[in-house]
T-cell receptor, first 116, second 112 residues
Framework: GAVVSQHPSRVICKSGTSVKIECRSLDFQATTMFWYRQFPKKSLMLMATSNEGSKATYEQGVEKDKFLINHASLTLSTLTVTSAHPEDSSFYIC????????????FGPGTRLTVL | GENVEQHPSTLSVQEGDSAVIKCTYSDSASNYFPWYKQELGKRPQLIIDIRSNVGEKKDQRIAVTLNKTAKHFSLHITETQPEDSAVYFCAASTQAGTALIFGKGTTLSVSS
């Protein structure tokens, strides 16, 4: 399958700071990427759809001013958690759509965010 | 919006037995149904998917069946092995490439 990377894999930050997470498609171009949040032993919750060159589409209940998404190129989408608080601690996973592989979505390895 | 229900939440089988996980969905417009396997601390990995123009698809020990009339689809794993132990998620979307809505997951434990 296609390869999607995420950076960093793990981050610990202080409350009130901002954290940027990168999602890259390494061997294909992705006009669409998705950001999910996963709590321990829980399912993946869709946060937003990231479209290259346009604004992200956020799911109901997700604060767009808190979770800033930028998809400036066909291989990179970033999620910035602004003014992070302990309740933002979670596992954040991105996926990228590969249109050359029947639009199959491939997931990144995830980023474990811990806000102190 | 789409809602995906998945059962059971946990499943324990003996090595060599079969395992079946079932999902139902609510949006009749959904036509793409992938299954992902996630090991602890790792990314979800696509193991099989099915599109609405197909009723069944098989890949070695793994098969998926789809009943569009009843809006349910199932994952079948035969001859289970300990390395099949993981959390399995079903998902649905209106077409491949659009946002996936996931079920709550099934923790499969295969004991030897």
């Amino acid at each position: 399958g296609a390869v999607v990377s995420q950076h960093p894999s793990r981050v610990i930050c202080k409350s009130g700071t901002s954290v940027k997470i990168e999602c890259r498609s390494l061997d294909f171009q992705a006009t669409t990427m998705f950001w999910y949040r996963q709590f321990p032993k829980k399912s993946l919750m869709l946060m937003a759809t990231s479209n290259e060159g346009s604004k992200a589409t956020y799911e109901q209940g997700v604060e767009k001013d808190k979770f800033l998404i930028n998809h400036a190129s066909l291989t990179l989408s970033t999620l910035t958690v602004t003014s992070a608080h302990p309740e933002d601690s979670s596992f954040y996973i991105c996926s990228a759509r590969d249109s050359s592989r029947a639009d199959t979505q491939y997931f990144g390895p995830g980023t474990r965010l811990t806000v102190l | 919006g789409e809602n995906v229900e998945q059962h059971p939440s946990t499943l324990s089988v003996q090595e060599g037995d079969s395992a079946v996980i079932k999902c139902t969905y609510s949006d009749s417009a959904s036509n793409y149904f992938p299954w992902y396997k996630q090991e602890l601390g790792k990314r979800p990995q696509l193991i099989i998917d099915i599109r609405s123009n197909v009723g069944e698809k098989k890949d070695q020990r793994i098969a998926v069946t789809l009943n569009k009339t009843a809006k349910h689809f199932s994952l079948h794993i035969t001859e289970t092995q300990p390395e099949d132990s993981a959390v399995y998620f079903c998902a649905a979307s209106t077409q491949a490439g659009t946002a996936l809505i996931f079920g709550k997951g099934t923790t499969l434990s295969v004991s030897s």
